[in-house]
């Protein structure tokens, strides 16, 4: 999700490769069932749902940091990222025929009505309509959705404005401090969630702020062990994946609806065949990305969507000595 030119953030591929992780144990069964609700929580007290405010501010910050290159290489960097959109936008619809529920629209078409425009906002605005967008999809039940996922875009494109991206290989303090900072509202919320807890169901808006600060506590937690002895260990198993997050999204549909429709897994009836069929898909996407990696420069679907947002086709295969 970066742009040509510019170096990798190691950190951001971990975070998505992560997540995607999570996102697949989250939808697996919904995939398999063809959207249909599933009555028990997919992973037990675990809440895999838990990677979908992280995808959606990942993405926020991938959109801010091609635009920030694009400003440096094209005289009108917004036309590189509304060609990015109107290309995810594509991607999502044709992915949707697979999958009813898939987020790739709803990201393009945010993205469309909320990021690019907030592009024309000096930065303090964009940090300070961030939280506001966040808080109205708290406050109306809707954690999941538009409102949701524009706020989380703009807090990566603060994020990416201020230059903490920047810094977020060479910090240890501040993800720790924030860190903390998040855990203790997570405690706060759910205690507080807790306490009103009523026969009628749990308050949305305490919830759904203690599933953001939980979220904030993975992403941190993260960034933390990434500055320890097991940044190589987390390298090598989640930045494959992350490297080729668009091409592993997209096929991990193909293959649970595969697994479960040709040869008949009951993924969406049994949670045992959920979780192998999950493991096993991200296994094999593992070590087709490290494969694939080793011989090329992105993944074949991040290479389509570049040369539709660049305009111009740039070379797949590294190149040989």
């Not at 409102?147 to 303090?173: D, N």
């Amino acid at each position: 999700m970066t742009s040509p030119g510019r170096p990798r953030v190691a950190a951001l591929d971990v975070l998505r490769g992560f997540t995607l992780c999570e996102i697949l144990l989250a939808n697996i069964q919904l995939i398999a069932n063809g959207d249909s609700a599933v009555m028990t929580q997919p992973m037990g007290d675990w809440d895999p749902w838990l990677g979908l405010p992280i995808f959606s501010l990942l993405f926020g910050i991938g959109f801010s940091l091609l635009l920030d290159s694009a400003a440096n290489r094209v005289p009108r960097p917004r036309l590189v990222l509304l060609r990015r959109l109107l290309a995810l936008l594509a991607i999502g619809l044709v992915h949707m025929q697979l999958w009813r529920a898939e987020i790739l629209t709803s990201y393009a078409i945010v993205g469309l009505l909320v990021l690019l425009p907030s592009t024309w906002l000096p930065r303090w605005a964009v940090a300070g309509l961030a939280p506001a967008l966040v808080a109205a999809a708290l406050i109306g039940g809707g954690g999941g959705g538009p409102l949701m996922i524009g706020g989380l875009f703009l807090v990566g494109s603060a994020l990416v404005r201020y230059g903490m991206i920047e810094r977020i290989e060479r910090s240890t303090r501040g993800p720790l401090l924030m860190g903390l900072v998040f855990a203790a509202g997570a405690a706060a919320a759910l205690w507080v969630r807790d306490g009103v807890r009523t026969g009628a169901g749990t308050p949305s808006f305490t919830s759904g702020l203690a599933d953001l600060m939980l979220a904030g506590v993975y992403v941190c937690t993260l960034l933390v062990l990434l500055r320890t002895p097991l940044r190589p260990a987390l390298a090598a198993v989640f930045a494959p994946l992350g490297r080729m997050a668009l091409t592993n999204y997209l096929t991990a549909t193909l293959l649970v609806l595969a697994a479960s429709r040709i040869l008949g897994l009951p993924i969406g009836q049994s949670l045992q065949a959920a979780y192998l069929t999950a493991g096993a898909v991200l296994v094999a996407q593992w070590l087709f990305s490290t494969l694939w990696l080793r011989r090329h420069r992105q993944g074949p679907l991040e290479w389509l969507w570049r040369w539709a947002t660049w305009a111009h086709r740039s070379a797949l295969r590294i190149p040989t000595s």
